[in-house]
């Protein structure tokens, strides 16, 4: 590998993403400057808890950090924070600060992440509308979630439904709209759907599917929400979670090839040479899947931190892990391997009563995806087993798929 003591490495993005790449340049050895700029006042930290333990005050923003502040000074990573990056100058291999300030690079790694999805209605620049995304965003929501504050949350994915959980066991009112007919439609089946919806309102979320909102009320501040079938839901807060857009203006500018996402090859190179993107933000050729993909799981920042880190340093290694995510709502863990979408044939598993799993096979019988659901750790464990199977392009035994009776593991073989 190469580590030339006197080279430059920047990363524009201080998540989780930069925050590992930084770390896993000085473990492998990388001798040269590494500087990591950010453009939040934090250090980097890590989403997961956002939605959970930290609305709920079950954690405070230093059990998010990514690692101790001491770790960056002992490995000599310079951070710097609240800076934002205006240009990339690929030509002169340098990047420009909005200060006209400008550094220079050997090797530059992307990890800009995304930002929300903003629902653009009438009033929906009332105040108390919020959007959850950053730290400091997950802290003033919690601030608010008092016993019987009314919540409206718009949006039934993944975050969505994470806040409604929060928010329901700090006490507060909490109404749910989605303006798809299920939850979670395009991560999960139907069948896992309707189980966490079952879950959410037995535990008093009001759920309303098929509704969007057609206006926000309010003078200044949020009062409530008018529905297209005209009903209106009162709120104290309003909270979005309809998707993020990847931040993809500081790449498209610099001219490198973008589409939903900066795209880039299985190394993690974009099409300007000494740039990689990694995270987020990355559309990214997946070898096993022959195809261009995107990720927001905690995983996926995790391992291109790891590959993009060690390619920089002249690895020249493909990306092959499986993509991986889950979300715990109260009790109940609900996890997705691969990419169900990509499947043609559906085969389901009754572990037992609460745990459902279900597997997706191509055309040809390959395994390509698997998500499951319920309250223990058999989910995990078998979902696990399921990424192995992808990882190794298996052509399963349907019945050995479907009959709970029999070991997952013994496919393995």
Avoid at 101 to 110: F, S
Avoid at 208 to 235: M, P, W, Y
Avoid at 349 to 368: E, S
Wanted: with cysteine; glycine share 10%.
């Amino acid at each position: 590998m190469n580590h030339q003591q006197n080279s430059t490495i920047l990363i524009v993005g201080a998540g989780q993403t930069g925050g590992r790449a930084a770390l896993t340049l000085r473990r492998e050895g990388f001798e040269g400057r590494v500087t990591l700029i950010g453009n939040e006042e934090y250090l980097p930290y890590e989403r997961p808890p956002l939605s959970k333990k930290i609305l709920t005050g079950k954690s405070t923003p230093q059990d998010c950090q990514l690692t101790q502040p001491s770790d960056y000074i002992d490995a000599k990573i310079e951070v710097v924070l609240n800076q934002t990056v205006k240009k990339i100058h690929p030509q002169e291999s340098t990047i420009e600060f909005e200060s006209g300030e400008k550094e220079y690079y050997d090797k530059l790694l992307l990890a800009t992440g995304g930002s929300p999805r903003i629902l653009k209605t009438k009033g929906s620049d009332l105040s108390g509308i919020r959007y959850l995304r950053t730290l400091n965003d997950a802290t003033k929501i919690s601030e608010n979630l008092n016993t019987d504050c009314k919540v409206l949350v718009v949006g039934g994915g993944f975050i969505g439904l994470e806040v409604a959980a929060s928010a329901i066991t700090r006490g507060c009112d909490v109404t749910l709209i989605e303006a798809a007919p299920q939850l979670m439609g395009r991560a999960v089946s139907k069948e896992i759907s309707n189980i966490v919806e079952m879950e959410h309102r037995r535990h008093g979320v009001k759920i309303k599917l098929n509704s969007v909102i057609s206006k926000f009320i309010g003078d200044n501040k949020v009062e409530g929400g008018q529905l297209n079938d005209d009903k209106e839901i009162a709120c104290d807060i309003t909270i979005i979670g309809i998707g993020i857009n990847p931040n993809i203006g500081l790449a498209k500018r610099a001219g490198l090839l973008v589409n939903d996402g900066i795209l880039t090859n299985s190394k993690l190179e974009t099409s300007e040479k000494n740039i990689y993107a990694a995270g987020d933000v990355a559309s990214f050729e997946h070898p096993l899947f022959g195809k261009h993909i995107r990720l927001e799981a905690w995983k996926n920042a995790e391992d291109q931190a790891t590959l993009a880190a060690k390619n920089m340093l002249g690895a020249n290694e493909a990306i092959n892990s499986i993509p991986w995510f889950w979300s715990d709502q109260y009790e109940y863990t609900l996890q997705v391997a691969g990419i169900p979408q990509l499947g043609k044939l559906t085969i389901k598993r009754n572990i037992d009563d609460k745990n459902i799993l279900f597997f997706y096979l191509k055309a040809d019988g390959t395994l390509i995806g698997a998500s499951g659901v319920g309250p223990s750790g058999k989910i995990g464990k078998e979902v696990r087993i399921a990424q192995m199977l992808i990882e190794k392009k298996v052509q399963p035994n349907l019945q050995v798929l479907a009959d709970p009776s029999i070991r997952l593991k013994s496919l393995l073989q």
